[in-house]
């Protein structure tokens, strides 16, 4: 059989299909790319590729929300491209991957696009598709959005409030770009970090003579996160744009997500791999390299139960989506911080070991079950980038991207046989239980037991469609019921009376100055002179001299009341 033919036609038998909602005992037919047939005795014609399932699990590909590949950045150049990066995306059993594109300040949103498009398009292994950073605003930062919803295929922006003359947008301007983030029907993305205070706190550690890694726990407090996260979901309320919060780390800020969506706001989010697994006292390591290869913001936190806390959050859907974050650096780049940590590159490496990983510690930790398992690594990202039902679930009509998976398998995680780029990894001596056998994308069989049949620049671009129902159907039927229960000005007769004429003045309009102290009031009773009120002499004339005097006054209420006691 010809390699070609093997490619386009393939029958999965014997394993178990598992959806975000179910799971059930069905062979899978995959014929030009795209999954025909699901079920029980299937009738197929000949010349197709089997794979025995038998006792394995047949899952929809991964699809990892957030990469950066070929990204420069912090004055680095990251240590994967779009070949290396989704080929080891590959092997983790990821089939799409999004990755980001972060124009410079007053850089054009189009020609950064355009830049990484040329670049990805003829290396990427997997399917793929674009985040655009809103690094500056302005006009033209406002046209160009439009023109990549409406031309590109991009669906979706990244705000940050985070990295002060840099990324950072103020509130001002966050509340712009997520209104016009609403109007073309684009996913808002936010980075949530309190940009002003980082600095300040980078600044203040940094004085206190704290140069390495775990500067960057001690200036960067979850407390800076959690405020954040409150101001831009109370921002994307006013705005009336659902929010998707980017890389959630601590409990606060989790608790934040909550509390949003328990009071019924449209708010999403995702957590990264390390920050679900991993904490901060990797920073107080005495290597400095191994405590700089976790240098990522937000930080990871010192708190040991936060990994427990957010894979709860992820089990219990408060969090949507569990991403690689994927930005690998090596160590001699990191180096460049090796006197001042602001200046180490932030981002850690992942992209391979996502699936593995969560397997282990939140399937085999009894944190959330197959079908979870599947929701945060695949489903929910389809669902909300608007590519559900054609990924993210096994059914007739959906893209072959899929992974036959070995629950029972394992493998111990090692820098040594990885390939995703980078000197070190963050799982390294992991044992895993749970492991991918083989990868289809796109109907093509790429990895199976550990060889790559895959081709540089075989993957394709997928256009994003805006308005995902997964986000924008509550906030459309929000919009609806605000037309019928609008807000109303009170119809009242105009006022025709006299107005005060204006006084020039450089005094508050309303309210006493706080300058302006008041006069005590004049306690004076008439004919009788008091004391306080008065600065008489008891020598020579007095003011009251004049008034004639009484002799004497009977006296009915002495103050005191009554007494009838014996004097």
Known sequence: MSSSSAMVRILIKGGKVVNDDCTQEADVYIENGIIQQVGKEL??????????????????????????????????????????????????????????VLPDRNESLLEAYEKCRSSADSKSCCDYALHVGVTWWGPKVRAEMEKLVREKGVNSFQMFMAY?????????????????????????????????????GAK???????????GIEISRPEEMEAEATH??????????????????????AGDELATAKMQGKVVHGETTIAHAVLNGMQYYHQDWAYAAAHVTVPPLRLDPSTPNFLMSL?????????????????????????????KIPHGLPGIQDRMSVIWEKGVIGGKMDENRFVAVTSSNAAKIYN??????????????????????????????????????????????????????????????NGIFTCAEGSGKFCPLRTFPDYLYKKMVQREK????????????????????????????DFGASDLDTPTRPCTRHGGVRDLHESSFSLSGAQIDDNIPKRSSARILAPPGGRSSGIW
């Not at 590949?69 to 680095?76: I, P, Q, R, V």
């Not at 001002?172 to 980082?198: M, T």
């Not at 203040?204 to 775990?214: A, Q, V």
Request: charge should be negative; aromatic fraction near 6%; proline fraction near 4%.
């Open 43 to 100: 009738m197929i014609p000949g010349g197709a590729k089997v794979i025995d399932a038998s006792g394995k699990l047949v899952l929809p590909g991964g699809i990892d929300t957030s990469v950066h590949l070929e990204e420069s950045f912090m004055n680095a150049i990251t240590a994967d491209d779009y070949y290396s990066g989704t080929k080891a995306a590959l092997a983790g059993g990821t089939t799409m991957v999004i990755g980001h």
């Open 164 to 200: 002060k003359d840099m990324f950072m947008l103020r509130d001002s301007e966050l509340f712009q770009a997520l209104q016009h983030c609403k109007d073309i029907g684009a996913i808002a993305r936010v980075h949530a970090e309190n940009g002003e205070l980082v600095a300040e």
């Open 204 to 214: 203040e550690t940094l004085d206190l003579g704290i140069s390495g890694p775990e």
């Open 231 to 252: 101001r831009a979901i109370t921002i994307a309320n006013r705005a009336h744009c659902p929010i998707y919060l980017v890389n959630v780390s601590s409990m606060s």
């Open 314 to 342: 992820l089990g219990n859907d408060t969090l949507n989506v569990l991403t690689s974050d994927h930005r690998p650096f090596t160590i001699k780049q990191r180096a460049m911080g090796k006197d001042d940590f602001t």
């Open 387 to 448: 590519l559900y039902p054609r990924k993210g679930r096994i059914i007739p009509g959906a893209d072959a991207d899929i992974v036959v998976w070995d629950p029972e398998g394992s493998k111990t995680i090692s820098v040594e046989n990885q390939v995703q780029g980078g000197d070190i990894n963050l799982y390294e001596g992991l044992r895993c239980h749970g492991v991918p056998l083989v990868t289809i994308s796109r109907g093509r069989l790429v990895y199976e």
């Open 481 to 508: 019921c605000s037309l019928t229960c609008a807000l109303k000005a009170v119809e009242r007769e105009p006022y025709t009376g006299d107005v005060v004429a204006v006084v020039n003045s450089s005094k508050r």
